[in-house]
Every structure is written in structure tokens, then in C-alpha cells.
């Protein structure tokens, strides 16, 4: 059994906030992860991929990775109304074809 | 350039319908994927194609059938549904690489409603 848990959430960040996501994941193997935002009633967009140890910044987003720990988290700086979404956390494990592997989704609210 | 498109975006089909979904990309991509997805939960995979053949299937009723006419291409055929099958539907597609590097990029879906 793969799993992957993510914060439950709902959470809730004043906007200019830092608003942190949390990630873990059961496989060793895992390979290559992935942050994906998801508005209501839209499709996942990819924001951030992770695959080493360490952080890795894109604008206001910073993933970290931590394989030792098996958790990975993305860090959103001054967040913004318009970031207020589903954030789903998904872990990718090379012997099984591509497959992704999913978290339930945190929900992040920026209130003005 | 990383878009997949899909058709329709929406769809409301009667049980005794046949109705088809489609999905295209034009990034070289060779892997290609169907993915259901209800309210409030992840994306739930149910088929895979790999370089046009179907890789995995993850034990989906037969009333869903995939086809892969050409590596651009993606159908999913609807047949005699269910009222639980109302969702929204995503396809993505990917490199297929070995490397770790391989990302999947979603369409925007289509929300199927079941009547």
C-alpha cells in the first residue's frame, strides 16, 4: 500500500502570510514529487516538482524535500487571495509505470 | 507549450446513451492517461497508455472503453452508465521517461452528469 497524507486541513492564512503545506508519504522508493493547485470545479495545475533533497524555489513557492523523513512541503510566501484552492501532493515511484500517487488535498483559504 | 485539451466540457447523458470523451495534446507526449474525480477527493486513475497501448487498467467496469487512435489521441467511450459515475473526468499526458523527471499535465476535464 502506497500512501500519502497531507495536512488535513482546512487551512486558513491572513493574505502576505506564509501559508505551509505538509506532505509525507509511506513508499521508500519514491522518486519524484509533485504540488498541484486545484480551483473548484477546475482541473490540477502543476506549480512546483521536487525530486532531491533539499528546497527549490519558483516566485513566491519553495518545495522541500526530505526523503530520509519521507515528507516534502510547499511553503507559499506572501500568499494571495487567488491562492486559495486545493493543493494536492502527489509522489511518483519509477517501478510503477508513471503512476502518481495522490493526497487527499489540503484546502487553503487567503482571507483579505 | 503544455496543454491538453478535451471535449466536450461538459456532458449529461442518460443511461442508455453511448457517448465519447476526447482528449489531445500536441507536446510528443507518449504517455497518456484517464483519471475520475469526485468531488472533494484526488484524481483516481483508471487507464494508462503507453506509446498507444493500454498499460494499465486499473479493473474500471467495462462500460468505460479507452482507445488511443494515435499518440496525439485519447478516447474514452461511454456506454450504459450509472448515475455514480457523474464526475469530472481529466486526461494527462506525459513524457513517459524513465528518468524521474517525467510530469504529468492535466486537461482542463469534463464534467459528465449521469441521468
Known amino acids: 500500500q502506497k500512501e500519502v497524507e497531507q495536512n488535513s486541513g482546512p487551512l486558513s492564512v491572513p493574505e502576505g502570510a506564509i501559508a505551509s503545506l505538509n506532505c509525507t508519504y509511506s513508499?521508500?522508493?519514491?522518486?519524484?514529487f509533485f504540488w498541484y493547485r486545484q480551483y473548484s470545479g477546475k482541473s490540477p495545475e502543476l506549480i512546483m516538482s521536487i525530486y532531491s533533497n533539499g528546497d527549490k524555489e519558483d516566485g513566491r513557492f519553495t518545495a522541500q524535500l526530505n526523503k530520509a523523513s519521507q515528507y516534502v512541503s510547499l511553503l507559499i510566501r506572501d500568499s494571495q487571495p487567488s491562492d486559495s484552492a486545493t493543493y494536492l501532493c502527489?509522489?511518483?515511484?519509477?517501478?510503477?509505470?508513471?503512476?502518481?500517487?495522490f493526497g487527499r488535498g489540503t484546502q487553503l483559504t487567503v482571507w483579505p | 507549450d503544455t496543454e491538453v485539451t478535451q471535449t466536450p466540457k461538459h456532458l449529461v447523458m442518460g443511461m442508455t446513451n453511448k457517448k465519447s470523451l476526447k482528449c489531445e495534446q500536441h507536446m510528443g507526449h507518449r504517455a497518456m492517461y484517464w483519471y475520475k474525480q469526485k468531488a472533494k477527493k484526488p484524481p483516481e486513475l483508471m487507464f494508462v497508455y503507453s506509446y498507444e497501448k493500454l498499460s494499465i487498467n486499473e479493473s474500471v467496469p467495462s462500460r468505460f472503453s479507452p482507445e488511443c487512435p494515435n499518440s496525439s489521441l485519447l478516447n474514452l467511450h461511454l456506454h450504459a452508465l450509472q448515475p455514480e459515475d457523474s464526475a469530472l473526468y481529466l486526461c494527462a499526458s506525459s513524457q513517459d521517461r524513465p528518468a524521474s523527471t517525467d510530469t504529468q499535465y492535466f486537461g482542463p476535464g469534463t464534467r459528465l452528469t449521469v441521468l
Open positions: 502527489a509522489v511518483r515511484i519509477s517501478s510503477t509505470l508513471g503512476r502518481l500517487y
Open positions: 513508499d521508500r522508493v519514491s522518486q519524484s
